[in-house]
């Protein structure tokens, strides 16, 4: 007995089943506003340009100087959530965008230049890494939808915060 009332073991029961039940999906619930609203970053994704070597190994072949990304954007992607902040170099720098490479987003692919960063400067250097952005499937392209998404965890817990204090106001009457 609470001040005089007597406690059920069913109110008890659903108040206890309830919060576990919602701490239980909260994590899930977290992972997919988490999707729905951040771009994942891809760093240092190895391509090696072997390939794309001309035959004495001191530049590159342009005709064979395309390589497409592991995030190549597809379907609604092409046009509303290509690839993004790309980085790409060897192990010592970063090169030069329009110099010594050239990215088109729309289709993930990535060409190499015969200039000197990518030609004999780089002799022996095949392995060569790109950073990027990319969103995953599930991302919300609109502004205003991510923004009312990350709001999904607060009013789920405010949800909780309500279930939680009706059935103890229920325990404590």
């Known amino acids: 007995m609470v001040n005089g009332k007597e406690i059920t073991i069913g109110t008890v029961i659903v108040l206890f089943i309830g919060i576990i039940v919602v701490l239980a999906i909260l994590p ?58 790309v980085l790409y170099g060897n192990a010592t720098a970063d090169w030069v965008s329009g110099t010594d490479y050239n990215f088109y987003p729309a289709s993930g692919i990535l060409q190499v230049i015969n200039s000197t960063i990518t030609g004999t400067e780089s002799i022996g250097t095949n392995t060569t890494y790109i950073d990027y952005n990319y969103c995953q499937d599930g991302y919300i392209t609109s502004g205003s939808g991510r923004s009312i998404a990350r709001l999904i965890v607060l009013l789920s817990v405010l949800a909780l915060l309500a279930f939680a204090v009706f059935y103890a106001t229920k325990l404590w009457r």
């Open 28 to 85: 899930e619930i977290a992972t997919h506003q988490t999707e729905m609203t951040t771009r994942n970053n891809i760093v240092n994704e190895t391509i090696d340009i072997s390939t794309a070597r001309d035959e004495g190994g001191n530049g590159i072949n342009i005709t064979a100087s395309n390589f497409t990304i592991a995030q190549e954007p597809t379907g609604w992607k092409v046009t509303n959530c290509r690839p993004a902040g």
